[in-house]
């Protein structure tokens, strides 16, 4: 294909700007987003196994229930039936510490089982923080600031990652039959890291669209929703939507006096219902007057998903009617479904493992595009310099060469380090202490780069980085075979 040369020159500049702009902060992106695919996985395997008897049967869950709520009223406000026990919900009966924060990430939970003898055990129980946050990391770009302003400087990040990709495009497609397969890797730093950026960018470029999209749409999707309210709905309809809004927030689903079904009862319900969706959680809340909302969370392999943990059915729990299907796969209307193939693409809730570890490598090979793309910037600004006589990089080279390696290295270190001492003391602090753990390694590695010369600087962070990483597998294996 040709094209003009001022017109490619201009797309590369554009490319090459929007990259270094927005390259920081995706990388942090990439990575975390990669590990996070992982969440629930990380998160069984790096919180503590609970003090607690075996899980009893589905079937025994009602005498459970009894005995825990004649010791802890309180538990009926808000309660948790794990159908599938795992490490960071290891009993058949769970309930928060404090009611009204079950959405908010790992909270502190009391875990209830029976005994042998049928007596009722209780133990404090809460999951590891790291996962959570390093899935946080990634929403957040790295920043240490809080949602909604986290949500928008990541839209607009995602905005300047789809220029990138479109520039990025055009600048390649008249190089693209010279340079499909090429890879010159002993021919100058230039041309090695150009011809890595370029296969990387092109051979991944389906999975970076659709990560660009569906992160815009994740960051705006609120603003887009009530702009095409105004614009193409009626104004009693507006009203409508707003009055239907409020009395989802305030009013419960299923309102009844009635005695719910025992779990096994709401699970045979669902499954004449839904036979595809497989249960892992069923969710109780109870408002001030005594009524009564079920939330059921679970997976069907058969299709998308809106959540990395499964997909939302919301049950009547007296009679285990489905009451809402819009977050249930299979079930959801064309809209929602639309909607959830965003979602589902994005976290890569669909097609199990195989689908989990293509999105784990895609992420890291997303990382490191970024990170080579920021190489190639750096040594083409430094070539352009020493056209111009200069004999040592200039100080805005300087800085954006010590800010990429420090921010770069300083993410893989503070992550590493982050799951290194979960898996030494899995106690060792509440989601302030795992942030502010990670965030003093990474502004070790930061001022690092400021303080070290230039020859030393990418070699000690770079040994930092993989001293740290290989550190998780040998405390691992140290944990298993040698204490």
């Not at 959570?132 to 600031?145: A, K, Q, T, Y």
């Not at 352009?384 to 300087?398: L, R, Y």
């Not at 300083?410 to 992550?415: A, L, N, T, Y």
Request: charged share 10%.
């Amino acid at each position: 294909m040709k094209i003009r040369a001022d017109i490619v020159q201009m797309y590369r500049d554009i490319h090459s700007w929007v990259g270094i702009l927005a390259g920081l902060f995706l990388f942090v992106a990439f990575y975390a987003g990669g590990i996070s695919v992982f969440e629930g996985t990380l998160q069984n395997w790096l919180t503590k196994p609970a003090a607690l008897p075996a899980p009893v049967t589905v079937q025994q869950v009602p005498d459970l229930m009894q005995k825990a709520f004649a010791a802890y009223p309180e538990a009926q406000q808000e309660y948790t039936v794990v159908l599938s026990p795992t490490a960071s919900l290891p009993a058949r009966l769970m309930w928060p510490v404090k009611a009204g924060q079950r959405h908010a990430g790992p909270v502190d939970m009391i875990a209830a089982s029976l005994d042998a003898q049928g007596h009722l055990v209780t133990v404090r129980h809460k999951p590891s923080e790291v996962a959570h946050f390093i899935d946080e990391l990634h929403e957040n770009v790295g920043l240490p600031v809080f949602m909604p302003y986290s949500r928008w400087f990541m839209g607009s990040i995602a905005l300047l990652y789809a220029v990138a990709l479109v520039s990025g495009v055009i600048v390649f497609l008249p190089m693209l039959a010279k340079n499909l397969f090429a890879l010159r890797l002993v021919k100058g730093a230039w041309k090695k890291w150009l011809d890595i950026h370029n296969l990387l960018g092109l051979f991944s470029l389906p999975f970076h669209v659709v990560i660009a999209l569906s992160s815009v749409l994740f960051a705006y999707h609120g603003v887009i929703h009530n702009v095409q309210t105004m614009m193409f709905s009626a104004p009693a309809a507006i009203h409508d939507h707003h009055l239907h809004v409020r009395n989802m927030n305030h009013e419960p689903v299923a309102q009844t006096s009635i005695m719910p079904l025992a779990p096994a009862e709401i699970v045979q319900a669902l499954q004449k219902q839904a036979p595809g969706f497989v249960p892992d959680v069923l969710d109780y809340a109870s408002t001030d007057k005594a009524q009564q909302t079920l939330r059921v969370i679970g997976h069907d392999g058969h299709y998308m998903m809106r959540g990395p943990a499964g997909g939302l059915a919301e049950l009547d729990p007296a009679s285990g009617k489905i009451l809402s299907t819009e977050y249930m796969p299979g079930l959801q209307s064309e809209s929602f479904s639309i909607l959830t193939t965003f979602f589902a693409l994005h976290f890569g809730s669909f097609g199990g493992n195989t689908i989990k570890f293509g999105y784990l490598i895609l992420g890291f090979v997303g990382a490191f595009l970024f990170y080579s793309g920021n190489r190639l910037w750096l040594i083409s600004r430094y070539r352009k310099e020493q056209k111009n006589g200069a004999t040592e990089p200039g100080a805005g080279t300087k800085f954006l060469t010590c800010l990429t390696y420090g921010s770069i290295f300083g993410c893989i270190s503070g992550i590493s380090v982050l799951i290194s001492t979960a898996l030494l003391t899995p106690y060792f602090g509440s989601y302030l202490s795992v942030s502010l753990l990670y965030y003093v390694i990474f502004c070790i590695c930061l001022g690092g780069a400021f303080i070290m010369p230039d020859t030393a600087r990418i070699r000690v962070l770079g040994m930092c980085a993989v001293i740290t990483t290989l550190a998780i597998p040998l405390i691992y294996v140290c944990k298993c075979f040698v204490f």
